[in-house]
């Protein structure tokens, strides 16, 4: 069974970095797809990152070039790269697998991310 643990989650100021992480027990990162989403208040669940098991990142246009996704294959965990964090990327962050959209089910719990100004 494929379980997914995020944390590195916290409260920053506007302009601030944060990384993630995604350790994954149960399957092996570096055999699958695997990406990022989050949720913000009120709002549906965003998918906003992912790199493909060739290495092929993409993301999504409201993040863009801020974030960066990676992983290391030996510690069998996902990260996530947040820099020039904004009020509006404040969310709960998930990781699951999948490339162009996630996986249906099979979500960890999530990190929170909170930016103030």
């Known amino acids: 069974q494929v379980q997914l643990v995020e944390s590195g989650g916290g409260a920053v100021q506007v302009g601030g970095s944060l990384r993630l992480s995604c350790v994954v027990s149960?399957?092996?990162?570096?055999?699958?797809?695997w990406g990022w989403a989050r949720r913000a208040p009120g709002k549906q669940r965003e998918w906003i990152a992912a790199?493909?098991?060739?290495?092929?990142?993409t993301y999504a246009d409201s993040v863009g070039a801020r974030f960066k996704i990676s992983r290391d294959n030996a510690a069998n965990t996902v990260y996530l790269d947040l820099n020039s964090l904004r009020p509006e990327d404040t969310a709960v962050y998930y990781c699951?697998?999948?490339?162009?959209?996630?996986?249906?089910?099979?979500w960890g719990q999530g990190t929170q991310v909170t930016v103030s100004s």
């Open positions: 699951n697998m999948g490339f162009l959209r996630p996986r249906a089910d099979g």
């Open positions: 149960g399957i092996s990162v570096s055999s699958r797809d």
């Open positions: 790199i493909s098991a060739g290495d092929v990142s």
